[in-house]
């Protein structure tokens, strides 16, 4: 069993940044793809960004350019540094992992085994 701590969220202004950060119980380097995923009120929740081990990341295009996932393998971690954020930013934000996420896969909730508490994020105008 992976547990996932988000931590980092906050309330910003439209423009300002914000970095959050996802802490795993147990060692996800080489074998765990993690990613964020974001839920806005009465939406679904939908993806942000996803990162193999040693591969490039992949992103939704409605954060293409402002969002950057990275990760720590050595500290089990994975970061999402928000810049530019835009009052529509504003959600619940979810860490994700699992060992075996094909790419197909990579971008729907269903391709995630671990998932944390999430951490809200709030965006004013």
């Known amino acids: 069993q992976v547990q996932l701590v988000e931590s980092g969220g906050g309330l910003v202004q439209a423009g300002g940044s914000l970095r959050l950060s996802c802490a795993a119980s147990?060692?996800?380097?080489?074998?765990?793809?993690m990613a964020w995923f974001r839920q806005a009120p009465g939406k679904e929740r939908e993806f942000v960004a996803t990162m193999w081990s040693g591969a490039l990341p992949f992103y939704a295009d409605s954060v293409k350019g402002r969002f950057t996932i990275s990760r720590d393998n050595a500290k089990n971690t994975v970061y999402l540094q928000m810049n530019s954020l835009k009052p529509e930013d504003t959600a619940v934000y979810y860490c994700?992992?699992?060992?075996?996420?094909?790419?197909?896969?990579?971008?729907?909730?269903?391709?995630?085994?671990?998932w944390g508490q999430g951490t809200q994020v709030t965006v004013s105008s």
């Open positions: 147990v060692r996800t380097s080489s074998s765990y793809t």
């Open positions: 994700a992992a699992g060992p075996r996420v094909l790419y197909d896969s990579s971008s729907l909730v269903s391709g995630y085994d671990y």
